[in-house]
């Protein structure tokens, strides 16, 4: 595979990712475009037979675009998947290839879709299908030892399941070499919920939720920016949280910010806007990578992560929302042992007694008024 020597093709995640895929990465020349020719012409004419069409194209130079190109751009980043993914079928595959035609046969009108079928005709076609377990070979993979009573810590944050880790609390992995007597857990950057520990008998995937997670309610996703920004938050006020849950009144005060949810598109600036919109996105992406169904994932597991939706703005600032009275909730009740009872209704007196009734004992008190002094 041939890459250019932007910042994702280098780094040990990614070569971790071609060592279990089995391929190897080509840096191309610097400067060369011709290394990875069919890819170049195939963004070139994308930005011909499509981009150059749409309002508020940009263009390769500025003398392309027009007076303001950000206010015609109307079309959201669904919008114009669907888009492409339309041209490619209807427009790009069929388009005939003219001069370009394939040597064992120039007369004839070939398309991609032509070729793609002679090819299969010829040599057949070889799919194969990666298990589920791909996914998660795919993520990060951290080498952390279990704490007897919090479980795991991954970039600041611990993750545990009583179920899933009881066995395996305070002792040390079989594995040998350079993290000798380490587990290994698996993150995804996108949605940092939860992590994923395997099994080291059944093989089988488990997700160890956020310890900071609330009881009840849903649990808005964050990535690791918005962990970086709690962290950072968290050591600037000086906190030093005896477990996760204080930091969860922190987070939801930075994804759900200041602002009322009714101005959330108007008063909140483009930078806020790009990273709420990056957030809902990834964690889109996130679950939509995520196995559907695997043996790993109990029925519970399973029927909690369906209810778990992609929000807009409103409402994923009134689920930060929700989710912080639910904790602060859970806090109130956790400290007074006995809920109070509540004060009786307005007039409750009135109804249970007679208000013109005098009481019994005012007769005695005017008896021992009137008495004469006894010294």
Not at 52 to 65: F, P, Q
Not at 138 to 167: C, F, M, N, Q, T
Not at 299 to 306: L, N
Request: hydrophobic residues 35%.
């Amino acid at each position: 595979m041939t890459t250019d020597h932007g910042a994702v093709y280098r780094n040990h995640h990614l070569v971790e990712v071609q060592r279990v895929l089995g391929c190897n990465i080509l840096p191309s020349r610097v400067l060369r475009p011709q290394d990875k020719a069919a890819c170049e012409r195939a963004f070139g004419t994308c930005r011909q037979l499509l981009f150059e069409l749409l309002t508020g194209y940009t263009g390769v130079d500025i003398a392309d675009r027009g007076a303001d190109p950000a206010a015609d751009a109307v079309l959201t980043v669904d919008e114009m998947e669907h888009l492409i993914a339309t041209w490619i079928v209807k427009i790009w595959q069929t388009r005939q290839l003219g001069e370009y035609a394939p040597s064992w046969d120039l007369d004839g009108v070939h398309s991609p879709n032509s070729l793609f079928a002679a090819s299969f005709a010829q040599a057949g076609l070889a799919m194969e299908i990666p298990s589920p377990e791909l996914f998660y070979e795919l993520l990060p993979s951290h080498y952390v030892r279990i704490d007897a009573r919090r479980g795991v810590k991954i970039r600041g944050l611990w993750y545990d399941d009583e179920k899933i880790l009881r066995d395996y609390r305070g002792q040390p992995s079989t594995r040998g070499g350079k993290h000798k007597g380490q587990w290994l857990i698996r993150r995804d950057p996108r949605d940092r919920r939860t992590v994923f520990f395997q099994d080291p008998i059944t093989h089988a995937w488990h997700p160890l939720a956020w310890t900071g997670q609330p009881a009840v309610g849903q649990m808005p996703a964050f990535g690791d920016a918005r962990v970086r920004d709690l962290l950072k938050k968290a050591a600037s006020c000086g906190m030093k949280p005896k477990s996760d849950t204080e930091l969860l009144p922190v987070l939801l005060e930075l994804i759900g910010s200041t602002i009322p949810v009714s101005q959330w598109p108007t008063q909140m600036n483009k930078s806020q806007r790009t990273e709420h919109a990056r957030e809902v996105a990834q964690a889109k992406a996130a679950k939509a990578d995520r196995p559907a169904t695997t043996p790993a994932e109990p029925e519970d597991a399973q029927a909690q992560e369906a209810v778990v939706t992609v929000l807009q703005w409103p409402q994923r600032a009134r689920q930060a929302q929700d989710s912080l009275d639910a904790e602060r909730r859970r806090r109130r009740e956790a400290t007074v042992s006995a809920a109070p009872k509540p004060p009786p209704t307005l007039g409750a007196g009135f109804r249970t007694r007679n208000v013109f009734a005098l009481p019994e004992d005012d007769d005695q008190e005017d008896a021992d008024a009137g008495a004469p002094n006894a010294g």
